[in-house]
């Protein structure tokens, strides 16, 4: 079955930077968008980073935009979160998510939990001084 696997979160100081891997299986990645998502405490779930199935289109929140980066390795079947300078309220539990797409269309779906179908289990982030 479809298992997506998170990595990476931990402790960092504002300002650091932290790098999280997202490992799928039972799916191939050319028919998925990859997102990462984030919840902290007393939060909604939100859209942090969304990355198409085929064309490597990406979408970022205003929150992190110009500070992470989303990319992919479909060789690996990996879907990475670079995050850097990052911020006390970057603080979350990091998700990253799957929907599938048809390899023959480019789908522009928003960056929300909604869209996504298959779910990680989180890796936490926590910024503090």
């Known amino acids: 079955q479809v298992q997506l696997v998170e990595s990476g979160g931990g402790f960092v100081q504002p300002g650091g930077s932290l790098r999280l891997s997202c490992v799928a299986s039972?799916?191939?990645?050319?028919?998925?968008?990859i997102g990462w998502f984030r919840q902290a405490p007393g939060k909604e779930r939100e859209g942090v980073a969304c990355i198409s199935h085929n064309d490597g289109s990406t979408d970022y929140s205003d929150s992190v935009k110009g500070r992470f980066t989303i990319s992919r390795d479909n060789a690996k079947n990996t879907v990475y979160l670079q995050m850097n300078n990052l911020k006390l309220e970057d603080t979350a539990v990091y998700y990253c998510a799957a929907d599938p797409r048809s390899p023959h269309l480019t789908v522009r779906a928003a960056c929300a939990p909604y869209v996504y179908d298959y779910w990680g289990q989180g890796t936490q982030v926590t910024v503090s001084s």
């Open positions: 039972g799916l191939t990645l050319d028919y998925y968008a």
